[in-house]
């Protein structure tokens, strides 16, 4: 129907004037089109991380060999476009090389075909290619920012952990999944969006080298109705503390005990450096009980690292289920990780004990907590951390004297008295400006908020 309106204005002009007229007079002329009448459903993308059993050694090799595959390219056409690029600027002759996925891809086609390269052949062509992906994203942000990110590097053999992509095309069938050139391979862990449409997967090893643990990361494209909904109204502040996190109803949400872990990592990093060739200063060849260790450290890593993880999950669903807002300080959390060591002019002062603080800081996760949080609730309002530690949440007095230790806040002013971090949170809330609706009562957090919202 617009292009018949078109066609009838068309004729009402003489050819001559269509021809005179400007470009943008033309575009101006034509109705904008771009009101599709069904609308695509609204998705989101969430991944899921589940178990992958190859069933037999000879599958994991295989798809370790896919994985070997992809690093292979990479390096290889690393080192293509260095040369490439050294030749260029040598004789200045055709255009320039640039490295982005579609040359590195074309590239890869032809290297495929080369009779040298054969055997790329057998391992599956859009896996492998997706490496070079990677290789022009790390390009890119290397031409971005020179001085910050880092020129693309080689992987070595055993720094790289064997992983790969498949970007497009992924079959799935209930628990099983398609890996292509390799066959149906079974998959297991609760996966709440089984029955959504999967969009990518990456095939990770884990694991020890003499026990290799295979997972998948599934991207799916998630129904935005299927996704978990938080809360739609209410506000919370949140004090971000050492080890532990305290909102603004009193609520302390920990972080895991992990003396005993942090004790055994400590212990197999000893254990690891007395082993040859894998002390810091140890040129010798990397012997395979070193090896060995190595593999225990990194379990021991990997157990920690979950922990945390899961940690931050629930921390970060019960506030967004609380609450619709959530407000936290805007932590510049590297430059209170900075070291304390100076200069050798100037060396600092407490260096060991601000290393401490600074592993507590990091270990705390407050970084993830705020990324987790910023796709689960419903807002996420950073305000200006300045003296929410020192301000008297019910008259606003403020003063270093209100913190008689370090758990308690106890107002010189008014004489207003309660656990020093949950004071914080009420500050944090209240410096967010906003209309402070009231949080649903949940047990002992609403008791112990008393009259303290203002
Ligand atoms: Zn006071």
């Excluded at 690093?71 to 290889?76: F, I, L, Y």
């Amino acid at each position: 129907m617009y292009i018949c309106a078109i066609m009838v204005s068309c004729k009402q002009e003489s050819p001559a004037d269509i021809r005179t007229l400007h470009r943008t007079e033309i575009a101006s002329l034509v109705p904008d089109t771009h009101h599709p009448t069904i609308e695509a459903p609204e998705t989101v993308h969430r991944t899921v991380r589940l178990r992958l059993y190859p069933g037999d050694a000879a599958t994991g090799i295989l798809l370790t060999a896919i994985a070997g595959a992809c690093r292979h390219v990479w390096n290889h056409m690393l080192a293509d476009q260095e040369r490439r690029f050294r030749l260029w600027q040598a004789y200045r002759i055709g255009p320039k090389p640039v490295p982005t996925f579609f040359t590195l891809g074309r590239r890869f086609t032809q290297l495929r075909n080369d009779p040298d390269h054969a055997w790329l052949k057998d391992y599956p062509f859009a896996c492998v290619r997706y490496s070079l992906k990677y290789l022009a994203d790390a390009y890119q942000r290397y031409f971005k920012d020179p001085q910050t990110e880092g020129k693309p590097r080689f992987k070595a053999k055993h720094f790289t952990v064997p992983a790969f992509t498949m970007p497009e095309a992924v079959r799935m069938d209930g628990d099983r999944l398609r890996v292509p050139k390799v066959g149906w391979l079974r998959l297991a862990g609760s996966n709440p969006y089984a029955g959504c449409q999967p969009l990518t997967v990456r095939v990770r090893m884990e694991g020890t080298e003499p026990h290799p643990k295979w997972y998948a990361y599934v991207c799916y494209a998630v129904p935005v109705e299927q996704v978990r909904q938080g809360a739609t109204d209410g506000a919370l502040g949140l004090d971000r503390n050492v080890g532990q996190a305290t909102d603004s109803e009193g609520t302390v949400y920990a972080l895991p005990d992990t003396d005993q872990l942090d004790a055994n990592i400590k212990r197999k990093q000893r254990e690891l450096s007395r082993k040859q060739g894998w002390g810091p200063k140890d040129k010798r060849p990397q012997s395979n009980r070193g090896r060995r260790v190595n593999g225990q450290l990194q379990k021991l890593h990997r157990t920690r690292k979950r922990k945390r993880d899961d940690a931050t999950h629930r921390a970060s669903r019960t506030l967004a289920e609380t609450a619709h807002t959530v407000v936290v300080e805007d932590l510049n959390t590297k430059g209170m990780t900075a070291s304390a060591k100076g200069t050798r002019e100037e060396p600092g002062t407490h260096v060991k004990a601000k290393a401490g603080l600074n592993r507590a800081i990091l270990a705390s996760g407050w970084g993830q907590l705020e990324r987790k949080l910023a796709y689960k609730a419903g807002q996420v309002v950073k305000v200006d951390p300045a003296y929410t530690s020192q301000t008297c949440s019910r008259c606003g007095h403020v003063g270093q004297a209100n913190r008689p230790s370090q758990a308690v806040f106890a107002c010189q002013a008014c004489g207003w008295a309660l656990n020093a971090d949950h004071n914080a949170a009420i500050n944090i809330l209240v410096r967010a400006g906003l209309p402070s609706v009231p949080v649903p009562a949940r047990g002992t957090g609403a008791a112990a908020r008393g009259g303290a919202i203002p």
